[in-house]
DNA sequence: CGCCAGGGCCATA
DNA sequence: TATGGCCATGGC
């Protein structure tokens, strides 16, 4: 099956998932993607909860570490996510916490930047730059290559040709872009992991293996 | 009780 | 460059 066959599928089981990512602005997008690291979103939205409204950049600096950890322990990881918070706001802080600007370097450019900070890797990367910036940079999880491998979906073994993959088969738009992945991760968790051996599942039919 | 979630860092070979 | 150990909480 190729990519753009997926998308045709998924699409119309699941309808549009736009505004998915659930975040008051930008930068809560940004504290969201560290935060979900290797978690489950309801221990993220706990530690968001704690901010009470109040998660500007200038207070995640301003906020003493030992604290800052307090507030985001319902995250797990707590001690390496607040130096991470902390190393993702300061970059922030070089432009201003101006989206306006970030938006304005190039893509490629941008990307490296990010993947400098300390706790930002690919996914997270990728994810701060379509969800946060509204950039078309496809986000692979792992998701994404479970159902992919299951199907299955040529895009390789890793997340640098499975990204190549995506982005060669797509228009590159930020909005199909942020679409997809709502949706790969919307069908994971819906059949994927929820029901043995793909029971109900849309795309079932094409499915060689539901052990992966 | 054990498993695992929308990863990434670091040490090792 | 490619694995493996480690990080920590809450839901189930």
Redesign the pocket.
Known sequence: MTITQLYDELSACYGNLDK???ARDPYE?MV???L????????VR?ALENFEGDLSPQRILDLPLEELKLLI?????????AV?LKELTTWFAKYDFDVQQVARIPLDELRQEL?A???????????ILL?AFGLPSF?I???TMRICGRIPVEIG???KSAKKAFENSLPLDATLFNHY??LI?TH??RHC?KKPNCSGCPVRKHCVSASI
């Open positions: 998915w990512w659930p997008v969201g993607a560290i979900t690291q290797n978690t489950a979103w309801t221990n706990q322990k319902p995250a797990g990881f707590f001690n390496q996510k991470y993947l900070v300390k706790g930002v890797g690919p996914e997270t990367a990728d994810s969800y986000v999880d792992a998701y073994s890793n997340y992945h709502a991760v994971a968790k992991l």
